[in-house]
């Protein structure tokens, strides 16, 4: 009978043991929840730790009463020791299944560490895991009834043994009572076990889905962000061609501007030269300064390509507008499109003139690849016009 009751403690402080150290369910439960679970689950331990012992105390009352019974008595005895070896043998074949849950549950909870710092969001899974937590303090609590209920059914026993021999059958009866709670008890074990096997079989399909989803995100954002990378390239590569060609044209101006200059001031000498008669002759000749005024070819060959009618401008709010539209479509390079293609006309943006707005907004049209929004910015600004 003392077999038994050790086998049955061991199997308490064994599932006590599992519940506590299992680090798939720690896992799942949060800050003060798993604190005031370990420390419920201590104190409960302690409690059958004591029950324990006090039961063992009380077996071996019963045993030194039981010894002086009959030889009908042992062999009860025997007959329920070969049922308890059984018994035993069924628990160990259990707590080998359980240990194999276990190793299972170390390798998923290496993955869980893993992915920890992707799947914070999901703490609606880890709710719905303090719900077992729960259901595991209900069959705790469970035990524990039935653990007193041992005690009672020993006491009423011992009672019972120490009068006479005709209250061996009744100890018969009660021991196979004992038999069919263990019984129940194991059957419960493998449920719990059956029960923990398709979890982890569930939440292993799950991490594989998720883990698939997560690789297939990061393998479009690596797509999306070489071709974001492509195209700042392109950009790069239009802006240098763009600034070389402005560096080529501001030096082609300054040429022209610097031989119209001779060519001028050569026509000046030489009208100059023509219009001094015989009475000039001893006179020092005019610089390109001292124009005369009554040459009738002074005043065009000055005035040619040195002044300009004023010319109108677009409003100062005109390329606020434009760069806002192109930054919806293309983000930031948006404003370095429109000073590109300004600076390739030949203008300013502080001083761009309205004759030329068609021609800008037709070179800004063409950088534009959707044709609803080609056609929507090409309308808005030729209405404006």
């Known amino acids: 009978m003392s077999t038994g009751y050790e086998s049955l403690k061991g199997i308490v402080q064994k599932t006590l043991q599992h519940g ?65 070896a059984a018994l035993e043998a069924k628990v160990k074949e259990t707590e080998d299944t359980v240990h194999s ?62 009068g006479e021999a005709q209250r061996v059958a009744q100890l018969t009866e009660s021991s196979n009572a004992k038999i069919a709670t263990l019984e129940t008890q194991l059957r419960e074990t493998e449920d719990v076990v059956r029960g923990k096997e398709s979890t982890i079989k569930g939440l292993e399909q799950n991490f594989t889905a998720k883990i698939q989803d997560l690789e297939n995100q990061v393998r479009i954002k690596e797509n999306l962000l070489t071709e974001r990378h492509k195209e700042v390239n392109d950009l790069k590569s239009e802006v240098k061609l763009l600034t070389k060609g402005i560096k080529d044209m501001s030096t082609f101006f300054k040429q022209a501007e610097a031989l119209a200059g001779s060519q001028a001031e050569d026509i000046l000498a030489d009208m100059q030269a023509q219009n001094s008669g015989p009475a000039d002759v001893g006179k020092p000749a005019r610089t390109t300064k001292e124009k005369p005024a009554t040459s009738p070819f002074a005043a065009p060959t000055v005035k040619t390509g040195l002044t300009e009618s004023p010319r109108e401008t ?63 910015f090409r309308d808005r600004f030729s209405e404006e016009l």
């Open 20 to 84: 506590r150290a299992n680090p798939t369910i720690m896992v799942r439960v949060k800050g003060s929840t798993a604190s005031r679970l370990c420390d419920e689950m201590e104190h409960l331990e302690r409690i059958v730790a004591d029950r324990l012992g006090r039961l063992r105390a009380a077996v071996k009352d019963g045993e030194a009463v039981v010894a002086g019974e009959s030889q009908h008595a042992e062999r009860v005895v025997d007959s329920l020791r070969a049922n308890i």
């Open 314 to 376: 677009v409003p100062p709010n005109f390329f606020d507008r434009v760069t806002g539209e192109l930054t919806e479509v293309f983000g930031p390079m948006g404003s370095v499109i429109v000073r590109d293609h300004v600076a390739s006309l030949g203008e300013s943006i502080e001083k761009f003139p309205k004759t030329r707005v068609t021609e800008l907004v037709k070179v800004l049209c063409e950088e534009i690849t959707d044709e609803n929004l080609k056609i929507g």
């Open 101 to 162: 849950s276990q190793r299972m549950e170390k390798t998923l909870t290496a993955k869980i560490n893993d992915l920890q710092s992707e799947i914070k969001t999901k703490e609606e899974t880890l709710e719905n895991r303090d719900k077992e937590v729960n259901d595991l303090k209900s069959k705790i609590d469970v035990l524990a009834k039935r653990i007193t209920d041992l005690e009672q059914a020993v006491q009423q026993n011992i009672a019972e043994a120490a």
